[in-house]
């Protein structure tokens, strides 16, 4: 791809850039409390009802009051997304690339404050929010520049007397559904690749993090995006995000978070409504019990060091996380002790603290729900470190390892999303891969050997839709790790790849005889 490199991360060691970060946070700081609207239409409308955000590490921070969508109102929005369509659909794709370029140079330039709003309200950690920030700018950059070489559509072969051509055309109206985790990337990517293909869109964000999804919308404006293009509806997933999903006007949906979500809307989105004239498309991508695979000849180090940053880095909240290890026998005490010391030196504390590695999990019932698992744990393995929990300044969930865990336990097969990794013990390496496989997700995996022979092996035998070798199974670059599950992680997407935007689009073929 043309001129696209991804946006690097910021050193922190560096004394200028870690005050640039203090000085971003005193920024979000002073703007905390306030009231967001609705956009639809460019229309700002405030509602009685909100969805109050909060900062996870101190649970009575409110981050901001978000006006809450009712039917009515996402209906009004639905309208709206269709109006645009009509025009939005025949701006040139260089124009609407153009946006996407300008809207990466304006957070650029307000890159730390951005991060200072996730650290804020997602309690990202300074290394987590800025990777998260540099992530939605290179959805920004490689779409713009994916949409360019994808204007005129692909090379067919005409005949004498005949000129054939295929172009791709937009869908029509996309209702964007996102998750809390990358409240920033995953919001505003799924977003622009909707819109960067000439689609319109209505935005509705995760509950939890709507501040950071409002201050986007606000970019995609300046950076001269038409009114009702994208349409910021945020509202209760089981009322407004169904009714949307149940639209005849809706044409696709565009969703990331749970399995069960998933499921839910990939099944409504299959019924027929009255009025509806085409089946609906549904980009789903979903949850990960993701594993780490160390081989007896592997650099052991690297291995424990990979299974703790993957564990937990964002408190294991990430859907590519290390949650589940194997490790083969020869080699199994070595790294679960390394493991443990690892684990034990970890930081916990506010994210605003650049000195802490970890933080909270995002909210009362995500605390409530791990520290369930983390009780079936107790009785599915041995407790190796962590294994407690303090909810009393803010949802802090200490890095908790499990060792000696049966494959089939449920620790080792249900998705936690926090930070919880449990340790099996395999006899061989093949036995390592079959483990790593038993189970209905296909994310993410990693492998450590320096066996050359068995990772071919795992290339072929390892079935996850991102496989990485002798690093941890975490952090995909847009453009470099195209990004996307097989089973029940979703529909294999692949995010920040080159068959992406094809999602959003239909493939028109013409033939001119002459
Ligand atoms: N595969 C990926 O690329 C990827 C990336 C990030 C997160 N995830 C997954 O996301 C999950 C965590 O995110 P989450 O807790 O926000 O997930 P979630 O499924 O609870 O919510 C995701 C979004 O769906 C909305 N929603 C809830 N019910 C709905 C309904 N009935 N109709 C329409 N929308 C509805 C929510 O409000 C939110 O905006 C984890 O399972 C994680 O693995 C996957
Ligand atoms: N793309 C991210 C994960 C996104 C889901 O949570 C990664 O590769 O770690």
Redesign the pocket.
Known sequence: MINYKHEPFTDFSVEENKQAYLEALKKVESQLGADYPLIIGGERITTEEKIVSYNPAKKTEVIGSVSKASKDLAEKAMQEADKAFKSWKKVKPEIRADVLFKAATIIRRRKHEFSAWLTKEAGKPWNEADADTAEAIDFLEYYGRQMLEMKDGRKVESRPNEYNRYDYIPLGIGIV??????PFA?MAGTTVAAVVTGNTVLL?????TPVVAYKFIEVLEEAGLPKGVVNFVPG???EV??Y??DHPKTRFIS????????L??NERASKLSPGQIWIKRVIA????KDTIVVDKDADLELAAQSIVKSAFGFSG???SACSRVVIVKDVYDQVVNRVEELTKSLTIGDPSDNNNFMATV?DSAAFKKISEYIEIGKTEGRLVAGGTADDSVGYFVHPTVFADVDPEARIMKE?I?GPVVAITKADSFEEAIDIANNTEYG?TGAVITNDRMNLEYAREEFHVGNLYFNRGCTGAIVGYQP???FNM??TDSK?GGPDYLTLHMQAKTTSEAF
Do not use: H
């Open positions: 559904i996102s998750p809390w985790n990358f995953i509705k964000p995760a509950s939890t209760s997933g089981a995000g169904d949307l999903v969703f990331t978070g749970s399995r069960d979500v998933g839910r809307i991508e979903m949850g990960g909240q990430k859907c995002i998705e999303f994310l990004f996307g599950g992680s979703g995010a």
